[in-house]
């Protein structure tokens, strides 16, 4: 299998899963800030011109965060990356879903593309986007710290759902957009001292 990934992007999450399972697979970087994600090579793997992507050993391509996790999880039962309780794992998907769409997708996007959420508005239109951003970005590392409470992982073990979380946790340190409440913090510090987190982002030169 092959990962298409940007170093730093919400790709990390899934090459930290990667490096969880153990089994040898290929990657190649793209730069999102040189507009590799637009070149015809790219296109034909992703029309969507996002990663993460991932080619199967069969040559099909698989897209979108949350498949890709589920697929690896699914197809690697023996790295317990999922519990085996459907309750469990909708919990998992629950929490996956709300950190992509809404963490990722309402909250950091505006914070760091407001023209997308705000075509043609002047610096103050833009800075109020940011704003809401913000306030999504935050609101949602407050609802994982409850979810943390008396936990070490989200759902009482690692699981996908975590490597998740420590995708917007990797945004909100390094580009210090925000603090990371107490129980948060102390997730990411967990999983920075994972042998496969570690792996992971020396292999996207983030260390």
Request: glycine residues 8%.
């Amino acid at each position: 299998m092959k990962l298409y990934f940007a170093p730093g992007a919400c790709s990390l999450g899934i090459h930290v899963i990667f490096e969880e399972i153990g089994k040898g697979y290929d990657v190649q970087a793209v730069n999102l800030r040189a507009g590799d994600q637009f070149k015809p090579e790219f296109l034909a793997v992703n029309p969507k011109a996002k990663v993460p992507a991932m080619q199967l050993d069969n040559g099909e391509i698989l897209t979108e965060w949350l498949a890709i996790a589920g697929y690896l999880a699914a197809t690697n039962p023996s790295a317990k990356l999922v519990p085996a309780d459907p309750l469990d794992w909708a919990r998992a998907t629950e929490i996956m879903a709300y950190i992509n769409s809404v963490m990722h997708g309402q909250g950091f996007a505006r914070m760091f593309r407001p023209e997308r959420f705000a075509t043609g508005a002047d610096d103050a239109g833009k800075e109020a986007v940011r704003a809401e951003g913000l306030r999504l970005f935050t609101e949602g590392f407050a609802l994982m710290d409850q979810a943390l409470a008396g936990r070490d992982y989200l759902l009482g073990h690692f699981s996908i759902a975590d490597a998740a979380l420590f995708y917007v946790s990797f945004w909100a340190e390094g580009r210090k957009t925000c603090a990371l409440p107490p129980n948060v913090a102390a997730h990411y510090a967990r999983m920075l001292a994972r042998p496969a987190v570690q792996r992971a982002m020396a292999a996207e030169g983030l260390v």
